[in-house]
């Protein structure tokens, strides 16, 4: 609401005020997910270890960034430095095994064709001895040895 002509600037808009030092509940009466959030952000400087109330998976990401936040420089610039390699040495082997699988796959379709090929090549030299051409003629067109045709 604007101060000087009582004006509601947006009807929508509202402000909701938390007094942390009002929330006085313990570790033992923390029952809803708002009364926990209440309690970690009051509690949180206090905090050695986690509380067994706040044990599940949605805090875990907070106090994870809690304990980096509260890094000296000297132990700041060590753990950027070793997300960094660690990043790095990630960012290498996934492109290494994305490179492996592409890899694998095309060798793969290769051998594919190849025995689709080979099984073709098989298929004329069959018909072409049934036809009673002679086994140089069947090697010069299919690309198969003599043994190959000869066992056909």
Same mark, same amino acid.
């Given at each position: 609401?604007?101060?000087?002509?009582?004006?509601?600037?947006?009807?929508?808009?509202?402000?909701?005020?938390?007094?942390?030092?009002?929330?006085?509940?313990?570790?033992?009466?923390?029952?809803?997910?708002?009364?926990?959030?209440?309690?970690?952000?009051?509690?949180?400087?206090?905090?050695?270890?986690?509380?067994?109330?706040?044990?599940?998976?949605?805090?875990?990401?907070?106090?994870?960034?809690? *304990?980096? $936040? !509260?890094?000296? =420089? @000297?132990?700041?610039?060590?753990?950027?430095?070793?997300? +960094?390699?660690?990043?790095?040495? %990630?960012?290498?082997?996934?492109?290494?095994?994305?490179?492996?699988?592409?890899?694998?796959?095309?060798?793969?379709?290769?051998?594919?064709?190849?025995?689709?090929?080979?099984?073709?090549?098989? *298929?004329? $030299? !069959?018909?072409? =001895? @049934?036809?009673?051409?002679?086994?140089?003629?069947?090697? +010069?067109?299919?690309?198969?040895? %003599?043994?190959?045709?000869?066992?056909?």
């Amino acid at each position: 609401m604007d101060k000087e002509t009582y004006e509601v600037f947006y009807d929508k808009l509202t402000f909701i005020y938390l007094e942390m030092p009002n929330f006085r509940k313990g570790e033992r009466e923390l029952e809803t997910q708002f009364d926990k959030w209440m309690y970690v952000l009051k509690n949180l400087p206090k905090f050695q270890e986690k509380p067994k109330k706040l044990q599940e998976k949605v805090f875990e990401k907070l106090f994870l960034e809690a *304990e980096v $936040a !509260k890094l000296n =420089k @000297k132990e700041m610039k060590t753990y950027q430095e070793s997300l +960094k390699v660690y990043r790095d040495n %990630k960012n290498a082997m996934d492109y290494a095994i994305k490179e492996a699988v592409e890899q694998a796959v095309e060798q793969a379709v290769e051998q594919a064709v190849s025995t689709t090929q080979q099984k073709e090549r098989l *298929e004329i $030299a !069959k018909e072409m =001895k @049934k036809d009673g051409h002679s086994i140089e003629m069947i090697s +010069k067109y299919t690309s198969l040895t %003599k043994e190959q045709i000869e066992k056909l």
